[in-house]
């Protein structure tokens, strides 16, 4: 069509996209939030998405397939961190929240524990599979 693609790229995220407005630009490299996207039945997991970086997912468990299963995005693993962004959320919208899957690591049930007060904490069955394989490995060596 005649339109170089750097410049029709440029021209969509400075004028079309809404980038500049958009509510989350000011903290998107730290987090984001979609309170929308908050359910009944949550998980909390991290994730290592490009060298290295750790971020913390929460997710809805309520909502199969990719739209409105992401609540947040967190850069990091610390309960401190996280709890501060999850502070951010609605205290009613994180009462309503009734179960968290999560791993064992306690830095997600610190944080889960004090972001939802009401929610049962359920280890997420991959993790307890690991260790009792762990377990019984390490239990078989010390027999032999």
């Known amino acids: 069509m005649g339109v170089n693609e750097d ?24 987090y984001l939030l979609y309170p929308q996207n908050i359910t009944a039945h949550m998980a909390i997991d991290e994730v290592s998405l490009s060298q290295g970086e750790l971020y913390t997912i929460l997710s809805s468990r309520d909502r199969p397939g990719r739209k409105g299963k992401i609540a947040a995005v967190i850069r990091g693993t610390k309960a401190e961190d996280l709890i501060t962004v999850l502070s951010k959320l609605p205290e009613s919208l994180r009462e309503s929240v009734k179960e968290v899957t999560l791993d064992m690591s306690m830095s997600m049930v610190k944080a889960a524990q004090w972001a ?3 929610a049962a904490l359920v280890t997420d069955r991959f993790h307890v599979e690991r260790l009792s394989v762990k377990t019984s490995l390490k239990t078989l060596a010390v027999i032999n």
């Open 116 to 118: 939802f007060p009401m």
């Open 7 to 30: 410049t029709l790229r440029r021209h969509y995220k400075k004028n079309w996209s809404g980038f500049h407005q958009w509510q989350q630009l000011m903290h998107a490299e730290k």
